[in-house]
C-alpha cells in the first residue's frame, strides 16, 4: 500500500510555469482523492529555465526522495530530454547507489520517456520501477477524472504495489502506434515501426536497415527519374518551381530561370496548358507541350525528326510520360496537401485547447482578485478606523493624561496591524511573482533565534503562555543565506503558536542539525509544538493559501493578515527547504521546518568587534533628504531630539547641490528617501559618490525608505549606499547604523 509520493522533475520544469498551474491543482487535489501524500521536492517547482540549467539540484531531488523514508514511490512529472545531464551527478561518487543501500525502505519508481535512462540505472541497483504515468501528462488530465485505461492501473499499483497484467484499452488512441526514420552518422537508415495489438496484450514492431549505398544510388526523386531520358530520341523534359528550373534531363538547365529559355517563353505566348504546339528551338522544328500542376510547370519538347521518326512510339511515350509526370505530381500534391490539413487540424486543436487553459485561468484570476478586493477592504478599514477612533477620543479626553497614554498604545498597536497587512500582501506579491531575491550572506542563527525569541517571550507573557526552548547538540551556527527570511519564517510559525494557544498553554520549541552528505552543507530541523486549538482535518487542506483563516470573523478575535503561513511555505521552499505540519483540533499543533544551509567556513577568521559604548549621534550634523513633508517633520524630530543637527533637502537633486557646495568633513552622514522628485535616491546616491573630492568617497550614505524588499537593499548597496533603513523608522535602529558606519568611517 502506497501512502506517501514525492513529486520530482528530472528533465523538464514544466510543472512549475504558470500556464500549467491549473492542471497541477487538478493533478494534486486527485492525489489526495486517492488517499496519498504528496511531497513536492525542492527543485521540482522551479519552472522550465531553473531545471533546465541545474541538473545538479534535479539529481539531489531524486536523492533526497529515495532516501525519505516516509517516501513510498517516486512520481515524475513529465518526460523530456534532458535526464542523462543527471548522471555525473548520481554516479561520479556512487551517490545513487549509496543512496538506495541506505534507503531501508524499498520504494516504486514511476515515468515514462526520457525517464527510461532512470528505469535502467534503478532495475541494475534492484530498485522497482514501472514504466508508465507520469505526473502531468496522466494524472493531471483535464476531464473529470483520468483516462479509464490510465487510471484502472495507477489505482492497482498505488493499493497494492504491484500491477499484475496491462492489457490493451478499449478505445483506441492514434498514440498507439509509432513510426520513425533514424538516420546514422554514416549515412544509413534504420525505419523502426510499432503498434500496439488489438487481439491480446503485446506489442509488434519491426526495424528495416538501409544502407548508405542504397540511399545514395536509388533514392526517388524526379530528377532520378528524367536522368534517363535522351534529350535527342526523347526531347527535353523541364520542370519548374515558381520561375526556377529544379529537375531537366538537361542538367545544364538546372537552376536557371525559365524567363531566360526561349522555348519557354515561346509555350507561354502560344499554348494554354494540356495543348501541344509547333515551336522553333534553335532554328530548328520541334513540338512542345505545358502542363500546370498546382505551383508547379511541366514544359517538354522533342524534334520533329524524332516525332515522325517514330510516331506512334512517341505519341505513346509523350502521353505515358505525360500521364506518368501528372501522376507523380498530383501524388506529390495529395500528400503536400494532407500533411497541410493535418498541421492545420493540429494547430487548430492546440489552439482550443490553449484558449480552454487561458479562460480558466481567467476565470479562477477574477475570483482570485474580488476575492481579494473585498478581504483586503475590510483588513485595511478595520485598523484605519481604529486609528481614527481612538485619535476622536484623544480629543475628547485631551486632559486626561492616563486615557491619552491607553489611546496611543492602541493607536500604535492598530497602526502595526496596519502595517503587518500591508508588508504581507507586498511579500505575497512578490512571491507569486516571483521577484522575491535570496541573499547570500553570512549569518549566525543563534543571534537570529534569540531576537525573535525576545520577542515571542513578552508575546506568551501576556498570555500567561510558557515558552520552553530544548538546547540541543548543535555542530554549526554560522551559515550563508537569507537572514531576514529565516528570521522572518521563524517569526510567524511562533507568533502563530501564541496566537492561537490557550490560556496557561504551552509552546515546545527545538532546533537539531541534521548532517548532509554534501560537503559544505548541513541542514536544520526547527520543530514548533503548541497546546493550542489545534485545526480541524479540513482546513489544514487550505492552510498554505493566502488569507486562509478556519473561524469566522477570525481577524476579528485574531488579529492578522491570514498570509503569514503562505508566506512561510513559499520562502521555506524557496531556500530549497520543507514545512510540515500536524494538527488536532482542540490539542494542538506541531511544525517542523527543515531548510539546508551552506555552511560558513571563514566565520571563525572574521574578527567581529564588539563595540559596548554608548550608541549616540549627539553633535553629528545629519543631512537629510525628504519630499514628503510629514515624513520630513517626524525624521526631523527623531534626529535632533537625539543631539543631531539636522540641514533639509526636499528632492534628489537638492541633496547633490547642497553636497557639492558644502565644506570637505561639514556632513557626518547622510540621510536619503529613495521616491523622490526629479532624480531618485540612487541617482543621487551615484552623483555624490562620482564628485571628484574625498569625502564623497567615504561618507556614509543611508537609504531611509518604504522599498524594504531584499532586493531593495541589494539596489540600495548597488547604488554606492551604505545601508538601509525601512520606513516606519525603529529609531533605536537607525541610532545604531549611524553610530556604526560614522565611526568606522
Known amino acids: 500500500m502506497i501512502n506517501t509520493v514525492a513529486l520530482v522533475s528530472l528533465s523538464a520544469g514544466t510543472i512549475g510555469e504558470d500556464f500549467v498551474k491549473h492542471e497541477v491543482n487538478i493533478g494534486l487535489k486527485?492525489?489526495?482523492?486517492?488517499?496519498?501524500?504528496?511531497?513536492?521536492?525542492?527543485?521540482?517547482?522551479?519552472?522550465?529555465?531553473?531545471?533546465?540549467?541545474?541538473?545538479?539540484?534535479?539529481?539531489?531531488?531524486?536523492?533526497?526522495?529515495?532516501?525519505?523514508?516516509?517516501?513510498?514511490?517516486?512520481?515524475?512529472?513529465?518526460?523530456?530530454?534532458?535526464?542523462?545531464?543527471?548522471?555525473?551527478?548520481?554516479?561520479?561518487?556512487?551517490?545513487?547507489?549509496?543512496?538506495?543501500?541506505?534507503?531501508?525502505?524499498?520504494?516504486?519508481?514511476?515515468?515514462?520517456?526520457?525517464?527510461?535512462?532512470?528505469?535502467?540505472?534503478?532495475?541494475?541497483?534492484?530498485?522497482?520501477?514501472?514504466?508508465?504515468?507520469?505526473?502531468?501528462?496522466?494524472?493531471?488530465?483535464?476531464?473529470?477524472?483520468?483516462?479509464?485505461?490510465?487510471?484502472?492501473?495507477?489505482?492497482?499499483?498505488?493499493?497494492?504495489?504491484?500491477?499484475?497484467?496491462?492489457?490493451?484499452?478499449?478505445?483506441?488512441?492514434?498514440?498507439?502506434?509509432?513510426?520513425?526514420?533514424?538516420?546514422?552518422?554514416?549515412?544509413?537508415?534504420?525505419?523502426?515501426?510499432?503498434?500496439?495489438?488489438?487481439?491480446?496484450?503485446g506489442i509488434v514492431a519491426i526495424?528495416?536497415?538501409?544502407?548508405?549505398?542504397?540511399?545514395?544510388?536509388?533514392?526517388?526523386?524526379?530528377?532520378?527519374?528524367?536522368?534517363?531520358?535522351s534529350t535527342q530520341k526523347d526531347g527535353t523534359i523541364i520542370v519548374a518551381d515558381e520561375g526556377i528550373i529544379v529537375a531537366s534531363n538537361d542538367e545544364s538547365l538546372l537552376g536557371q530561370n525559365t524567363a531566360d529559355n526561349e522555348v519557354v517563353k515561346a509555350m507561354k505566348r502560344n499554348t494554354d496548358s494540356q495543348h501541344i504546339y509547333h515551336l522553333k528551338n534553335e532554328g530548328t522544328g520541334c513540338y512542345g507541350i505545358m502542363l500546370k500542376q498546382r505551383d508547379y510547370y511541366i514544359y517538354a519538347y522533342l524534334p520533329d525528326t524524332e516525332v515522325f521518326h517514330n510516331l506512334p512510339f512517341g505519341v505513346i511515350s509523350v502521353i505515358f510520360f505525360y500521364f506518368l509526370m501528372f501522376s507523380i505530381f498530383w501524388f506529390w500534391t495529395y500528400r503536400t496537401n494532407l500533411a497541410h490539413r493535418k498541421q492545420e487540424q493540429e494547430k487548430d486543436e492546440k489552439y482550443k485547447a490553449e484558449l480552454l487553459i487561458a479562460a480558466k485561468k481567467a476565470e479562477a484570476a477574477n475570483e482570485a482578485k474580488t476575492e481579494f478586493l473585498?478581504?483586503?477592504?475590510?483588513?485595511?478599514?478595520?485598523?484605519?478606523?481604529?486609528?481614527?477612533?481612538?485619535?476622536?477620543?484623544?480629543d475628547h479626553y485631551a486632559d486626561d493624561m492616563e486615557k491619552q497614554t491607553e489611546y496611543r498604545t492602541k493607536v500604535k498597536e492598530a497602526s502595526n496591524l496596519l502595517l503587518e497587512l500591508v508588508n504581507d500582501v507586498l511579500d505575497m506579491s512578490k512571491l507569486e511573482s516571483g521577484e522575491i531575491v535570496l541573499e547570500e550572506i553570512p549569518f549566525n542563527l543563534s543571534s537570529i533565534s534569540r531576537e525573535v525569541f525576545v520577542v515571542i517571550e513578552q508575546m506568551a507573557a501576556e498570555q500567561?503562555?510558557?515558552?520552553?526552548?530544548?538546547?540541543?547538540?548543535?555542530?554549526?551556527?554560522?551559515?550563508?543565506?537569507?537572514?531576514?527570511?529565516?528570521?522572518?519564517?521563524?517569526?510567524?510559525?511562533?507568533?502563530n503558536a501564541v496566537k492561537y494557544n490557550k490560556e496557561n498553554g504551552q509552546i515546545y520549541v527545538s532546533c537539531v542539525e541534521i548532517p548532509s552528505e554534501q560537503p559544505e552543507m548541513t541542514t536544520m530541523?526547527?520543530?514548533?509544538?503548541?497546546?493550542?486549538?489545534?485545526?480541524?482535518?479540513?482546513?489544514?487542506?487550505?492552510?498554505?493559501?493566502?488569507?486562509?483563516?478556519?473561524?469566522?470573523?477570525?481577524?476579528?478575535?485574531?488579529?492578522?493578515?491570514?498570509?503569514?503561513?503562505?508566506?512561510?511555505?513559499?520562502?521555506?521552499?524557496?531556500?530549497?527547504?520543507?514545512?510540515?505540519?500536524?494538527?488536532?483540533?482542540?490539542?494542538?499543533?506541531?511544525?517542523?521546518?527543515?531548510?539546508?544551509?551552506?555552511?560558513?567556513?571563514?566565520?571563525?577568521?572574521?574578527?567581529?568587534?564588539?563595540?559596548v559604548s554608548e550608541k549616540s549621534i549627539k553633535g553629528m550634523h545629519v543631512l537629510l533628504a525628504e519630499d514628503n513633508e510629514l515624513n520630513m517633520e517626524?525624521?526631523?524630530?527623531?534626529?535632533?531630539?537625539e543631539g543631531a543637527e539636522v540641514t533639509k533637502a526636499w528632492?534628489?537633486?537638492?541633496?547633490?547641490?547642497?553636497?557639492?557646495?558644502?565644506?570637505?568633513?561639514?556632513?557626518?552622514?547622510?540621510?536619503?528617501?529613495?521616491?523622490?522628485?526629479?532624480?531618485?535616491?540612487?541617482?543621487?546616491?551615484?552623483?555624490?559618490?562620482?564628485?571628484?573630492?574625498e569625502d564623497a568617497k567615504k561618507i556614509p550614505i543611508i537609504a531611509m525608505t518604504a522599498n524594504a524588499f531584499t532586493e531593495d537593499r541589494i539596489r540600495a548597496k548597488e547604488a554606492g549606499m551604505d545601508e538601509h533603513v525601512a520606513k516606519p523608522i525603529d529609531v533605536e535602529l537607525l541610532i545604531k547604523v549611524i553610530h556604526k558606519l560614522v565611526k568606522h568611517n
Request: aromatic share 10%; hydrophobic share 40%.
Open 464 to 495: 500567561n503562555i510558557r515558552v520552553a526552548w530544548e538546547k540541543k547538540e548543535i555542530t554549526h551556527r554560522d551559515f550563508i543565506g537569507s537572514p531576514g527570511y529565516v528570521k522572518r519564517v521563524m517569526m510567524n510559525i511562533l507568533s
Open 30 to 201: 486527485r492525489l489526495e482523492q486517492f488517499g496519498l501524500n504528496v511531497k513536492i521536492m525542492p527543485h521540482a517547482m522551479k519552472g522550465i529555465e531553473y531545471v533546465k540549467n541545474h541538473p545538479k539540484e534535479r539529481a539531489n531531488d531524486l536523492l533526497a526522495a529515495i532516501c525519505d523514508e516516509e517516501v513510498d514511490m517516486i512520481l515524475c512529472a513529465i518526460g523530456g530530454d534532458d535526464t542523462y545531464r543527471l548522471l555525473p551527478y548520481l554516479f561520479k561518487n556512487n551517490e545513487l547507489k549509496e543512496a538506495i543501500e541506505k534507503a531501508e525502505k524499498r520504494k516504486i519508481f514511476l515515468g515514462f520517456s526520457d525517464t527510461t535512462m532512470n528505469h535502467l540505472m534503478l532495475h541494475k541497483l534492484g530498485f522497482g520501477t514501472f514504466y508508465g504515468q507520469s505526473f502531468l501528462a496522466d494524472v493531471c488530465e483535464m476531464e473529470d477524472d483520468m483516462l479509464p485505461y490510465t487510471k484502472k492501473f495507477f489505482e492497482e499499483l498505488i493499493k497494492t504495489g504491484n500491477i499484475k497484467e496491462i492489457v490493451p484499452s478499449d478505445v483506441w488512441y492514434e498514440e498507439r502506434t509509432y513510426a520513425e526514420r533514424v538516420a546514422r552518422e554514416d549515412g544509413s537508415c534504420i525505419d523502426v515501426a510499432a503498434c500496439a495489438r488489438k487481439d491480446a496484450p
Open 651 to 693: 528632492n534628489g537633486q537638492e541633496i547633490v547641490e547642497l553636497f557639492r557646495k558644502s565644506e570637505a568633513g561639514e556632513f557626518d552622514v547622510i540621510l536619503m528617501d529613495i521616491m523622490m522628485p526629479i532624480i531618485n535616491g540612487y541617482e543621487a546616491a551615484k552623483r555624490i559618490r562620482s564628485l571628484d573630492r
Open 634 to 641: 517626524i525624521a526631523e524630530f527623531l534626529l535632533q531630539n
Open 525 to 611: 530541523e526547527f520543530v514548533c509544538w503548541d497546546t493550542g486549538i489545534g485545526m480541524a482535518e479540513e482546513f489544514q487542506k487550505h492552510i498554505f493559501e493566502p488569507f486562509a483563516q478556519e473561524y469566522t470573523g477570525s481577524r476579528a478575535k485574531f488579529a492578522g493578515t491570514g498570509l503569514g503561513m503562505a508566506i512561510s511555505k513559499k520562502l521555506v521552499e524557496e531556500m530549497g527547504g520543507t514545512i510540515t505540519f500536524e494538527s488536532k483540533k482542540g490539542v494542538g499543533s506541531t511544525f517542523v521546518i527543515r531548510v539546508p544551509f551552506k555552511i560558513d567556513l571563514d566565520a571563525d577568521k572574521r574578527e567581529e568587534s564588539k563595540d
Open 374 to 394: 473585498q478581504r483586503m477592504s475590510h483588513d485595511i478599514r478595520t485598523p484605519i478606523n481604529g486609528i481614527r477612533g481612538l485619535v476622536n477620543m484623544a
Open 207 to 229: 526495424y528495416y536497415y538501409t544502407s548508405p549505398e542504397f540511399l545514395r544510388n536509388y533514392t526517388l526523386t524526379i530528377q532520378s527519374l528524367l536522368n534517363g531520358y
